[in-house]
């Protein structure tokens, strides 16, 4: 398995300083803290959300079952979250696709799974799946409380991915 690199975007989480990375020896981990998990767990969303909602607005509006709507909208949320992962990792690492998916991959996939798990559910549950337009309030209510429910799954399996440096930060 291919080990990504782990994040010291916040100085605290940088070795030799105070935060995490400081105290790996003391076998609390390296890499992540609250803060830098939080921001990568932010940035994951964001994918997920364009690709979420796009997904959810042609499947309600074209009427589709709602297994077909969770499926067009997981994958579209795959799609967006995995180019927003992987854009700056090639970018900034100066790498191809192939080598920047190689880094993003096992991270991406399990927090894009964890926030789409809770975001269909929410959304289905809040009843935005099943709204009769787009243009309705039921269909915003359930982004509305689907995307901080996905944030707030997601944010400890982050932490927990930095914490293994199974997480690359972008």
């Known amino acids: 398995m291919h080990r990504n690199s782990?994040?010291?975007?916040?100085?605290a989480d940088a070795p030799g300083n105070h935060g995490d990375g400081a105290h790996a020896h003391h076998g609390h981990g390296g890499g992540g803290s609250l803060r830098t998990?939080?921001?990568?767990?932010?940035?994951?969303?964001?994918?997920c959300v364009i690709?979420?909602?796009a997904g959810l607005m042609i499947g309600v509006s074209l009427g589709l079952a709602i297994w077909q709507t969770i499926a067009l909208a997981t994958a579209l949320a795959y799609?967006?979250?995995m180019t927003l992962g992987l854009l700056p990792v090639m970018k900034n690492r100066g790498v191809g696709l192939l080598e920047a998916l190689q880094i993003i991959w096992i991270g991406e996939v399990i927090s894009i799974g964890v926030m789409e798990?809770?975001?269909?559910?929410?959304?289905?549950?809040?009843g935005g799946m099943t709204a009769s337009?787009?243009?309705s309030w039921m269909f915003w209510r359930g982004i509305v409380f689907a995307v901080p429910a996905g944030f707030l799954a997601a944010w400890p399996v982050n932490?927990?991915?930095?914490?293994r440096e199974l997480k690359a930060c972008h």
């Open 6 to 11: 782990s994040c010291h975007s916040d100085p």
């Open 37 to 47: 998990s939080a921001q990568a767990t932010l940035h994951c969303l964001t994918g």
């Open 51 to 53: 690709g979420e909602v």
């Open 79 to 81: 799609a967006t979250g």
């Open 117 to 126: 798990i809770v975001m269909n559910y929410v959304d289905y549950q809040m």
């Open 133 to 135: 337009s787009i243009a």
């Open 159 to 163: 932490y927990w991915l930095l914490k």
